[in-house]
């Protein structure tokens, strides 16, 4: 009986992960608040090390409102995990869409500032025109 308890929490532990897993993870961490992302950063820290612990932190990391937001370090590891080989399928294709997601996301963020600008210098010639009439 109690081999049976200790293999149902080995097989517990090791529990195999999908990208549908990490895809509803990283839903959730967007869908929280910053109290909420606060206590899923600090129930990552006590699990145990792995692929698909580190794939967690660095989705997490990409993510502002908690003490653990580190954009450059949640970078860094995506890539290393979309790129390693031998690895998880299914780590490395999460990886990938979050970084894909996060060069759209800073894509935007510069055109918008591109648009902020022109939109700035269109005002500052129309008030020069109003003060020529």
């Known amino acids: 009986m109690l081999s049976l308890a200790l293999a149902g929490c080995a097989s517990w532990s090791s529990r195999s992960y999908t990208a549908l897993d990490h895809l509803t993870f990283l ?56 790129a390693r080989n031998p690895g998880s399928r299914d780590v490395a294709a999460v990886a990938s869409l979050r970084l894909a997601e996060l060069g759209e996301s800073a894509e935007c963020r510069s055109e918008a500032t591109e648009l902020r600008a022109r939109l700035a210098r269109v005002v500052d010639i129309e008030r020069r025109m109003n003060q020529g009439n």
């Open 27 to 82: 839903n959730q961490a967007l869908e929280a608040d910053a109290r909420a992302r606060e206590t899923l950063w600090r129930d990552l820290a006590g699990a145990a090390p792995s692929e698909h612990q580190q794939l967690r932190v660095a989705l997490l990391q990409s993510l502002p409102h908690h003490s653990g937001y580190d954009a450059a370090a949640a970078r860094a590891q995506l890539d290393a995990l979309a």
